[in-house]
């Protein structure tokens, strides 16, 4: 008897579970409204400033939504607020996300554009918001506090030659940010900006979102956006410090500047040039009566009398060959042995000065060239003429020697205007000084030659490409690697710190770098 009534009484508990599960289920296809119609209502209310219909729409809001609320529109001074709202992805029958873009006109500043998104759920049969801080502005945690705050900005634009922004990533930013400083500098006129900040309980601070003033200090470099972007992307995975200069040879202005040296050393820090100095060595031996056919030795080793021993490139000889083919070859011994012989130290010197060796640029951000210093025995004047010993050069510089080649004149550089770099170079500019036509027509032929038949060959650089390879012992590590030439009327250097042979990296990323243009 027992039995039975236990057997019933199980029973008419699993009736009641059943039907307790039946009403669960009948109630979730009963939820009141829909995540996009709410989640569309509350931003209606937000943008309304009717605080008292958003809270109704939040699940279990925090007892300071409304005062939230208020605060931030009262400490940024927001004006309106502008939403709207995107397409609602659910996620199973009681989650919901509506994605949504918001814009807040800040005072007189201007407008804060944001995107967030707002979280549904069902809640005792309806849709509703939940809120948490991050509701309000997205990426502000819950203990931050936002403030309008006076910074400093720039006070004046900058815009490539075509007035577009530099490319992304450019290499030359930093150049960019100085020149700016100093244009800020010379109008006397401290700029000035305002920033929404965001400040931690810590009291870390960051800033959200930056409005600067109006300026009509706009300026256009002498940058061109497609030579910059082609320089920037041709040291793309380029894993040593290197640079990408390139100038327009009949101007002298600064085509492109993409800098990943330390310490804008482009433009500042002189390295030595190794065999792309003798670019200039020859320019003194061709004004001393050679010519680019005049026969001359490129053994595999020459000692200077009582002094140092010069090798070639793995001890290659070539026997008796031109003044062009060894400088295509780029034979050390026969460079060294000329300058010895027949140049003296002051010649060289003379040469290197012509061609911007020992002053500043003057580029409208400054500059610097090379150094060589008075050779005091053979061994020193030997070790100037391939580019070694006491000389040194930017890559800025010798993209200037290049370029010289090709335009027959050496013309100063500039990043402005001529009357904008006047303005900021206050001790004036160096001249542009011409090169002997002779002279510069025998260098066209040997540098073309470097690329026809000699060090660069087989560097895949584009047809038409004039230059001379250059690796230069460094003080420590593997060589320097450089490769500086012309085409058309554009001129470059590129260098690449401990990139071992010219041939090897720096005529590569030439390649790549003429082959983007």
Known sequence: MRRRGLLALVGVSLVIVAASLVALVVDSRRVN???EAVGRAYLDAWAAENLAEMRKRVASPPADFMEEHRRLSADLQVLSIKLTPGTAVRHGERAADLPFQGVRQIGELGEWRFSSVLHLAVRD????????????????????????????????????????????????????????????????????????????????????????????????TTLDWWTQAAAARALDGVENPAAVVAVRPSTGEVLAVSDRLPAQGAFYTPYPP????????????????????????????????????????QDEGHGTVTLREAFALSCNTTFS????????????????????????????????????????????????????????????????????????TWRPPRLMSEKAVKRLEIDGRPKPRSLPAPVVSQLRSMMAAVVADGTAASSGLPEGVSGKTGTAEAASGEDHSWFVGYRGDLAFAVFVEHGGTGAGAAASIAGRFLGAL
């Not at 140049?343 to 020992?358: N, P, T, V």
């Not at 409208?364 to 150094?371: K, M, R």
């Open 125 to 220: 049969g309806e849709w509703k918001v939940i809120w948490t801080p991050e509701t309000l502005h997205p990426g502000v945690a819950a203990d931050e506090r936002l403030r309008i705050r006076e910074i400093p900005v720039p006070g004046t634009e900058l815009l490539t030659r075509q007035g577009r922004p530099l490319p992304r990533d450019s290499g030359a930013e930093t150049y960019a940010e100085d020149l700016i400083g100093k244009i800020d500098e010379f109008y006397e006129d401290p700029p000035a900006g305002w920033a929404i900040e965001a400040t931690s309980a810590t009291g870390k601070a960051r800033n959200l979102v930056v409005f600067r003033r109006p300026t009509e200090r706009t300026y256009r």
């Open 274 to 313: 190794g065999s792309t100095f003798k670019i200039i060595t020859a320019a003194a031996l061709l004004g001393d009566r050679l010519t680019a056919d005049t026969p001359v030795d490129c053994p595999a080793h020459y000692t200077v009398p009582n002094g140092r021993t010069f090798d070639n490139y």
């Open 33 to 35: 409204g829909s995540p």
């Open 337 to 408: 042995r000329l300058a010895v012989e027949r140049l003296g130290g002051g010649m060289l010197r003379r040469e290197a000065a012509e061609l911007g060796f020992g002053g500043d640029l003057k580029s409208g951000l400054g500059g610097v060239c090379g150094t060589m210093r008075e050779a005091r025995n053979g061994d020193q004047l030997g070790a100037d003429a391939i580019g070694q010993n006491s000389v040194q050069a930017t890559p800025l510089c010798m993209a200037l020697v290049a370029a010289a080649v090709r335009d027959g």
